[in-house]
């Protein structure tokens, strides 16, 4: 099995069998993740689509040291966002409703699918947690990747984790569907 920077220096060069290999081992991984910070699966498949182009486009540009799963991650987040930012304003043109957290959270506690409530109140972080939560512990990429991936300092990346665990644990809804 080739070496993911093997991979990497394959596609700068132009092979083609070195891009389908790099994108099937992360397609799956980059959708997942982005369907868990837009809770769309239309919306994270354009997202992971958009986020590999880019970072295919730009691979030339990878500093060494840095993997290729964290560049992706990088291109992932921004163009997630990018996918929120456009799904909010095809909302406000088309006056649908918006997204309604507590609603959705009480119809996966009824469901009794408890992976669904936490996924739920996850989507009712701020996206700066949310991102955070998904990097660290959908991801496991360290404080200084995810510092890395998201642009930001380290402590930054700590607050963040902190504050929205903090509010999960506090969300009532959780804590209820978590006991029973």
């Given at each position: 099995?080739?070496?993911?920077?093997?991979?990497?220096?394959?596609?700068?060069?132009?092979?083609?069998?070195?891009?389908?290999?790099l994108f099937e081992r992360h397609v799956q991984v980059a959708v997942r993740t982005a369907y868990l910070i837009l809770g769309?699966?239309?919306?994270?498949?354009?997202?992971a689509q958009e986020a590999f182009v880019r970072a295919f486009k730009t691979l030339h540009r990878l500093r060494a040291g840095v993997s290729f799963s964290t560049w992706l991650h990088?291109?992932?987040?921004w163009?997630?966002?990018?996918?929120a930012r456009q799904k909010f304003r095809w909302r406000e043109i088309l006056f649908s409703r918006s997204f309604d957290a507590e609603r959705d959270v009480s119809e996966a506690i009824?469901?009794?699918?408890s992976h669904?409530?936490?996924?739920?109140?996850?989507?009712?972080?701020?996206?700066?947690?949310?991102?955070?939560?998904?990097?660290?512990?959908?991801?496991?990429l360290s404080e200084a990747q995810i510092a890395e991936v998201l642009g930001c300092r380290v402590g930054t990346v700590k607050s963040r984790l902190a504050r929205a665990l903090d509010s999960l644990r506090k969300?009532?809804?959780l804590a209820e569907s978590v006991a029973s």
């Open positions: 099995m080739d070496s993911e920077g093997g991979l990497v220096q394959r596609c700068i060069a132009g092979d083609q069998a070195a891009y389908k290999m769309d699966q239309q919306l994270a498949e354009d997202a990088g291109y992932l987040i163009s997630a966002r990018s996918q009824e469901r009794n699918d669904s409530v936490l996924a739920a109140a996850v989507r009712t972080l701020p996206p700066g947690f949310r991102e955070t939560l998904v990097l660290r512990f959908y991801l496991d969300s009532s809804t």
